[in-house]
């Protein structure tokens, strides 16, 4: 709505400016039309926030890293003189607000678990996030506790060796699908220039 309003701003001045039209009381002057300009930049790290999680595979490994980054634009923004004293003041009440709901992962484990399965991050996340050492331990401990009560009493199956090792590619297939690769790209370069050498 800000960002249509900021696009639309000549007619919108013109249509509040007309007397006859009745909406004089609703005219911005240049004071007010910045704090919409500098609004909308605030709100874009949550514009952006809501779409990512409204597709169709939000993924919960990522939320911690989204409110982090939140935090950070927040935090950045709410120190930055070159917004109106009203807009950081809005942005440090908008961190303390994200601060009470971030303060709710801890109520569930899954958040820090999902984390540190996740290929990507994984302890190190918290470690690059300069989480106190004694958190990073206790996460450790929740996951290994978690696996321990729940996972590490299943049976492993006695074929399961002899399906992992079947399904290793041999030394020797996996050079023929390399080679297979790099000649089929070694093509299709080779079809790139001679279209682009006709062209000229």
């Given amino acids: 709505m800000l960002y249509f309003a900021l696009e639309y701003r000549r007619a919108i001045d013109r249509l509040t400016g007309d007397q006859a039209s009745g909406l004089r009381a609703y005219e911005l002057g240049n004071e007010e039309w910045e704090l919409v300009k500098q ?10 926030a809501t779409l990512r999680f409204s597709r169709g595979t939000p993924s919960l490994p990522s939320v911690i890293p989204a409110m982090d980054h939140i935090d950070d634009v927040l935090t950045t923004q709410s120190l930055d003189t070159k917004y109106l004293p ?31 399965l996740h290929p990507r991050h994984k302890l ?21 506790s978690e696996f321990d009560e729940n996972y590490a009493s299943i049976p492993v199956p006695d074929d399961f060796a002899e399906v992992q090792r079947v399904t290793q590619p041999k030394p020797e297939v996996r050079t023929i ?6 000649n089929a ?8 220039r001679t279209a682009t050498s006709t062209v000229k």
């Fill in 39 to 48: 609004v909308t930049d605030v709100l874009k790290v949550y514009k952006h």
């Fill in 86 to 116: 009203a807009v950081r003041a809005a942005c440090a009440l908008s961190k303390k607000t994200l601060n009470r709901y971030y303060e709710k992962t801890d109520v569930s484990k899954t958040y820090r678990i999902a984390m540190m």
């Fill in 124 to 144: 190190q996340y918290f470690r690059n996030r300069t989480w106190p050492e004694e958190w990073i331990i206790e996460a450790h401990a929740l996951l290994r």
């Fill in 177 to 182: 699908i390399t080679a297979t690769l790099f």
């Fill in 185 to 192: 790209i070694d093509f299709a370069f080779t079809r790139i």
